[in-house]
């Protein structure tokens, strides 16, 4: 065979083994997949073993991956339960993206940095990784708890409110313009309203046709066309493509056939998402950490990026109490995936350096490695008092 | 967001589309996914309408789903079934590939084409769809009777020839060297012969062990690694890398895990496996057959791979009655995935030159596309004789 075709295969190989290796390994002592998928590709990465490269090919499968990744964290979404959404969910998830923001965007403003680099740290701090805490509410047998749902309902929230940031800074290719955040945000709300409204009551009616057609599995593909469709739609109007593929999977999220779908989505999931974190972790440089300045802000917007939640999802969670309101600030810590996508879009566009994206990459890590053991101390303690009592619905 | 990756993301959603949107408008008619997909390339690629064109990425892209393809082959062989296979299978298929090999080499020699051209036309027509006519007899609802059982049964070891002559075409980038032909076919037949004996062996062991992981779906996660794994072992080796991935399958294809391993796979082919076929067809120049002459070439190896099955296959058949052969030969005669394989394996080598390229695309089309109608012909004749006899355990 050619040599270029087997250099490609062989890097395919390379970052799909590493990606799912560590994450056997990382499993063995609770560390999430994301993280494991992520120190893969900073080790097998140009800066460390120097065995893969970032080309044109590993973006487009790094693309692929991001894009299947938010079109199932769309699909996952419960809007009907959203919309019966009580105050503290909705204060929570408000405050909680306030905040961060603006102690991320603060930061690096105070710091001497860009305007543009100071919102996308912002941005990048915005964002719940529900995945991971849902996953550790679950091992601990609390998902019932008035604590639980209130994280899973803001995380919902977050992950909106995180699409319409993340939809805003990425058309800020251009530098910083007041006028076009407005319309791009205006353009965001719509573009979703419009979807949610109109879209679903369109797939309503596609649906039941669909299904006539016998080869293969039309409604997966028709799935994946909108999924693509509405990526390059969005990326057409100039915010990030995964924006689009995350509103496709709102779309479909409430379906009759969803549950198969799903089963095929979770399959392009496993196959595709680890290339996203290979790739992403491929272009972070350790090195840039050996600055001290670099890695003293590092630490620094760490350590706000935890503060961040912690305060402003517990202001928001006050009436809970401050033992549940602390249980809510740390179960929205983890910023996984959503954060990774902006920085890498900032990388992409230019717009923030090697070294504010090693700080974001850093950020999440962190921030995704300690909420797990966090929250099993915290309600490891409070256990022994018995069952938990159902959630007062006026809460929620 | 950057306007390359828009470029990326909306040839993606080209690619995919147009393969899904003329799959179910060809679906309607009976034409089989392979086919309108190939068409939907030729269409939007560079030769036609220019949409698309073949870059390093989709090229990328196309062997993901080449290799996926021929997982899912191997995966799908009952190899247990196989060792239980009678005379008239055997020599159905081994003859029903000798004689279209040496008609299609025989024709490019004798019309001065390069040694290496002839050998590779001999091997696109060598292997047999058995999708299409399966899936043909399926809705003819004559699966069980014995002229399917031969033609499934010979379609699976015509794919197990067909990877052992792709094997060693694909090791002739260098030009024809007999004594490399020789050491090939023997590693080639050793590799195969290693991968089924020792690799299901070492799998029954290792399988119980991969299930106690948690997280994900680790069994998919190992199919895969070991799928891309042989791919790249076989491309270092010098043989094409889907004869690993085909391999790999093997391996996997009768493990307690198999079922759910083919939903996950299915889901992958759903949608990787189009971009393979379109991007088949983007390289097709439709121009070339403009020249009276390729055009001529193309009907006559048109011609001949539709008489070699006949003839090979129905003389292997002979013991059945000639009505029975007859229709044993005409179910052997679609080429598919493999034919595509082994010509754009030679294009990718520069071995063959974009008028074999398209004469090749030329034959894989018509002799897919003729089968099935002229195979429920034959069948429909003999239907109202009644019930079929189950096939004779001698005979299979």
Redesign the interface.
Known sequence: ??S???Q???Q??LM??SA?LL??VG?RVKIP?VISEIVAGILIGPHLLGLVKA???T???A??GA?VLLFDVGLDQKLTDLMKVGWTVLLVAVVGVVVPFFLGFGLLELTEHSRIEAIFMGAAMVATSVGITARVLQELGVLKTVVATVILGAAVIDDILGMIVLAVV?SL?EGVNYVQIGSVTALAVGFTLFIVLVGRRVMRRVTPRVQR??????Y???A??IC??L??AA??I????IVGAFLAGLVFSEEELTPRLK??????R??LVPFFFVAMGMQMDLAVLARKEILLLAGLVTLLAILGKLVGCGLGAYRLGWRSAIQVGVGMVPRGEVGIIVAS?GL??HTISNEIYAVVIIMVLVTTLIAPPALKLLFVEKKPAGPLPSPPSDLL
């Not at 057609?213 to 039309?218: I, N």
């Not at 100039?238 to 493509?241: K, V, Y």
């Open positions: 065979m050619e270029h075709s087997v490609i295969l062989t395919i190989f799909f083994t799912k994450a056997v499993e997949a080309e044109e090919w973006l487009a499968l693309e692929l894009i990425s290719s057609f016998a080869a293969g599995d039309p997966f593909a028709l994946m066309v693509l469709g990526g390059v990326d057409k100039g915010i990030a493509a089963t095929n989505i979770h399959a392009l496993e196959f879009i992409g566009l």
